[in-house]
């Protein structure tokens, strides 16, 4: 079975954007940058990255919310992750605006149970907070990849709109720097 590891931005304060969906003020620093694009290449936006031709290491696919999914696709980024298979969850679009994304309006939790048996590598969780605390809830989140950024909102979307459970995690491993980021990675236990 594959795992579904959770990998996103998150302020000190427990937030992965601003109430709007953006994320603009996460302060940035090009050694934690790069570390990051070389650790997870498939996690560069395909706007952004260097060169196309990419080796996933860790995701063959990847979730997003829509209001995730939206932040881009305003500013006409539809693909924002090429080559990763690409599921958008709404239930309120009517058709994904991308033949490389596939949208998917009904059961969210029993669609991630189905790709989760498929073969492949992992599946990336990129946001939002209400799909997120939906698939913890079900117990369908094995990891969480927080990249725990030196600032605080104060308000915003939270790293889980809700949960309804409590649930303990191991920290399997971590880094920390300079510049005051910190990657953590826990082990949901079950």
């Keep these: 079975m594959r795992e579904l590891i959770y990998y996103v931005a998150v302020t000190l304060d427990g937030f992965i954007a601003e109430a709007d969906g953006s994320f603009d003020k996460f302060p940035w620093d090009e ?8 650790a997870f290449p498939e996690t560069v ?4 990255r260097q060169s196309q031709e990419i080796e996933p290491k860790w995701f063959d696919s990847v979730l997003m919310g829509r209001n995730t ?14 080559p ?5 969850f709404s ?8 033949a490389n994304v596939t949208l998917i309006s009904g059961d969210a939790v029993e669609a991630v149970r189905e790709l989760k048996q498929e073969s492949g590598k992992a ?3 990129c946001g939002g907070g209400e799909l997120a605390a939906t698939l913890f809830r079900a117990d369908l989140i094995d990891k969480l990849i927080v990249k725990l950024n030196p600032v605080i909102f104060g308000s915003g979307i939270p790293l ?8 303990a995690l ?7 720097y300079p510049s005051g980021h910190v990657v953590l990675h826990y082990q949901v236990q079950r």
Excluded: C
Aim: hydrophobic share 40%; aromatic share 10%.
């Design 31 to 38: 050694a934690y940058g790069a570390d990051m694009s070389a």
């Design 45 to 48: 936006p395909t706007h952004v």
């Design 69 to 82: 999914y939206e932040v881009g696709s305003k500013v006409g980024l539809t693909n924002p992750y090429a």
């Design 84 to 88: 990763l298979r690409q599921y958008v």
């Design 91 to 98: 239930r309120s679009m009517e058709a994904s605006p991308d």
């Design 123 to 125: 599946i990336w969780l």
């Design 160 to 167: 889980f709109t809700s949960v309804a459970k409590h649930a």
């Design 170 to 176: 191991d920290l399997i491993d971590h880094k920390i």
